[in-house]
């Protein structure tokens, strides 16, 4: 069905590890953008959450987006509703506004900036050293942002509910039970789990910091998903998953998981359900993400 409807099929590192297996593409949310955007595809099937989805859309409007499960959608995008981020910009109107790309089409299309935790630092780095800046909506993105930069930014209250869970007295455990492993860990888990960490980055760099590392073992605090194609990809070296709280599997994002190879078939072969967006608020959505892809080549 793939090759029948000229369909790639993307799928993000938290996907379920079936899905990965098929897909054309894994990768963190710029590696998929820029796919997205490079596609001659007729139809763009993002097994991810409804952002992701979102924004392949905005890339690529005259082709069809699929996404298995119209119920995927994100914490994070949730935590910033439009009307009060509107507010929220009306009362700053000298700051310039950087948005994660872990939101809706509407906080894009309120933004002058979109990043992703790949280049969040690389962006602010750019940009002139008093320009005040407005960071949404991860608070902890943010922050580790501030620390790499040392710009002061404004931020936006939000986090993703996935890596705030993360148990702190759990990743200690793990450390003395395994003191040569090196703990990796993404930038949107908090600062005091980001203090004891050997290595932060986005789900592609921590991949590529275990490819590239000497250790044979590391401790990873993100969504477990990545451990699929960490164990794939290298097979040597060996990796633990850091508990949610309480001992908890909370750190599995239940939005990821709805899709499934059952629902993908079937999106396949109903080229259904179709993610569309109204064209004006899409031609607003775009001038961010495509200031985004031109900063970060």
Not at 118 to 137: C, G, T, W, Y
Not at 152 to 163: Q, T
Request: aromatic residues 6%; contains cysteine; negative net charge.
């Amino acid at each position: 069905m793939r090759q029948e409807r000229n369909a790639v099929i993307l799928a993000h590192y938290y996907q379920e590890p079936e899905i990965q297996d098929i897909a054309d593409m894994i990768g963190d949310s710029l590696q998929l953008s820029r796919r997205a955007a490079e596609t001659d595809a007729d139809v763009i099937v993002f097994c991810g959450v409804h952002f992701m989805a979102e924004t392949a859309k905005i890339l690529n409007p005259s082709r069809t987006v699929l996404l298995p499960d119209l119920e995927a959608g994100c914490s994070l995008a949730d935590s910033c509703p439009t009307d009060a981020f509107a507010a929220f910009r009306r009362r700053h109107p000298d700051h310039i506004v950087i948005s994660y790309i872990n939101t809706t089409a509407a906080i894009k299309a309120q933004s002058d900036l979109i990043c992703t935790s790949s280049n969040a630092v690389e962006l602010v780095r750019q940009l002139p050293a008093d320009q005040p800046i407005l960071f949404a909506p991860d608070k902890n993105l943010g922050r580790w942002v501030e620390r790499n930069t040392g710009r002061r930014l404004l931020l936006w209250d939000g986090a993703c509910h996935i890596h705030e869970a993360f148990s702190e007295s759990g990743l200690l455990a793990l450390k003395a039970e395994h003191p040569a492993a090196e703990v990796i860990a993404h930038p949107e888990c908090q600062e005091s789990l980001l203090d004891l960490a050997d290595f932060i980055g986005s789900t592609s760099k921590l991949l590529a910091y275990a490819r590239a590392s000497d250790s044979d073992a590391f401790i990873v605090v993100t969504e477990p998903g990545i451990l699929h194609q960490m164990r794939q990809l290298l097979p040597g070296k060996t990796f633990f998953a850091v508990p949610g709280v309480d001992g908890c599997s909370c750190n599995a994002c239940p939005y990821m998981r709805l899709n499934s190879l059952e629902k993908l078939w079937r999106c396949l072969a109903s080229n259904s359900p179709r993610i569309e967006i109204e064209e004006s608020l899409r031609k607003r959505a775009l001038k961010p993400i495509e200031r985004m892809l031109a900063m970060s080549r």
